[in-house]
């Protein structure tokens, strides 16, 4: 008898957990958003981002910091729903089917410490600088102190993004290097005061101890600043359900506001 009973009672513990089995997962699978996210955006807004739409959406966003090539290459091999990035996508990506949504214009601004007495410089001096020509602020007009140049990776959209605009596509030379484009922030912070280095201004702003120069007497808060980022969602085909609703979000009104607060122009179909 009692072997009986405990035969039924493992049986009725198989049921329970195959049905447990099917069911979680199901649920699990519906309530988890996989996202591939640039440093920059995730920065500058997407960590904001996510904590609202999850608390409006019960929904867990899970992010992975990357490279902007990345956060594309984790998408195409199903490692994310879909990713955010700070370039746009190749014509092959495009051909693939793979859609990109431009939804902000970042500026791209040239930062150092504070207390740096430099706050301007031309186009020709900032060229000059990650060129290694001007090596000391005092040919700037500031401190007898050697310029210290950071720059974010080279598989970066910062560093490719800079090379593009600022450069002419010339080389580059620099002190450091990071690994993501964001870690520059915190070298300025950390390495002697006459760091320079190059950013999305929606991830410097949360650094009250960094600022942006002004380049050709036009601050990254102008209209006519001359460097600017767009940052773009990929997803495989258009993007539907949670994807979609995620999207749909950034580009709402409380979307936007996060967007306006860092510093950056929503773009809006």
């Given at each position: 008898?009692?072997?009986?009973?405990?035969?039924?009672?493992?049986?009725?513990?198989?049921?329970?957990?195959?049905?447990?089995?099917?069911?979680?997962?199901?649920?699990?699978?519906?309530?988890?958003?996989?996202?591939?996210?640039?440093?920059?955006?995730?920065?500058?807004?997407?960590?904001?981002?996510?904590?609202?739409?999850?608390?409006?959406?019960?929904?867990?966003?899970?992010?992975?910091?990357?490279?902007?090539?990345?956060?594309?290459?984790?998408?195409?091999?199903?490692?994310?729903?879909?990713?955010?990035?700070?370039?746009?996508?190749?014509?092959?990506?495009?051909?693939?089917?793979?859609?990109?949504?431009?939804?902000?214009?970042?500026?791209?601004?040239?930062?150092?410490?504070?207390?740096?007495?430099?706050?301007?410089?031309?186009?020709?001096?900032?060229?000059?600088?990650?060129?290694?020509?001007?090596?000391?602020?005092?040919?700037?007009?500031?401190?007898?102190?050697?310029?210290?140049?950071?720059?974010?990776?080279?598989?970066?959209?910062?560093?490719?993004?800079?090379?593009?605009?600022?450069?002419?596509?010339?080389?580059?030379?620099?002190?450091?290097?990071?690994?993501?484009?964001?870690?520059?922030?915190?070298?300025?912070?950390?390495?002697?005061?006459?760091?320079?280095?190059?950013?999305?201004?929606?991830?410097?702003?949360?650094?009250?101890?960094?600022?942006?120069?002004?380049?050709?007497?036009?601050?990254?808060?102008?209209?006519?600043?001359?460097?600017?980022?767009?940052?773009?969602?990929i997803s495989k085909g258009e993007p539907a359900g949670w994807v979609r609703k995620f999207i749909d979000f950034s580009m709402s009104a409380d979307g936007q506001a996060i967007m306006k607060k860092n510093g950056m122009l929503p773009v809006v179909k």
């Amino acid at each position: 008898m009692l072997k009986n009973r405990v035969l039924g009672w493992v049986g009725s513990l198989a049921v329970l957990a195959g049905i447990l089995a099917v069911s979680i997962p199901a649920a699990a699978a519906q309530e988890r958003l996989r996202l591939s996210c640039s440093a920059q955006i995730y920065t500058a807004f997407v960590k904001e981002a996510i904590d609202s739409f999850s608390k409006e959406n019960g929904i867990e966003v899970e992010p992975y910091v990357a490279s902007s090539v990345s956060a594309v290459y984790r998408l195409m091999n199903d490692f994310s729903d879909f990713a955010c990035t700070s370039r746009a996508l190749y014509r092959r990506h495009r051909d693939y089917g793979y859609v990109q949504i431009p939804f902000c214009r970042d500026p791209l601004a040239i930062v150092t410490r504070t207390e740096c007495n430099v706050d301007h410089l031309t186009e020709g001096e900032l060229r000059a600088i990650f060129s290694g020509d001007i090596t000391n602020w005092k040919e700037l007009g500031g401190a007898d102190l050697p310029i210290t140049v950071v720059v974010p990776g080279k598989e970066t959209a910062a560093n490719k993004n800079f090379r593009q605009q600022v450069m002419k596509h010339e080389n580059m030379k620099y002190d450091f290097m990071t690994y993501q484009s964001t870690m520059a922030l915190e070298a300025l912070r950390y390495f002697p005061c006459g760091t320079i280095s190059f950013i999305s201004r929606g991830a410097a702003v949360k650094y009250k101890d960094i600022k942006a120069l002004k380049i050709d007497g036009r601050s990254p808060q102008d209209e006519d600043y001359p460097y600017y980022q767009v940052f773009y969602f990929i997803s495989k085909g258009e993007p539907a359900g949670w994807v979609r609703k995620f999207i749909d979000f950034s580009m709402s009104a409380d979307g936007q506001a996060i967007m306006k607060k860092n510093g950056m122009l929503p773009v809006v179909k």
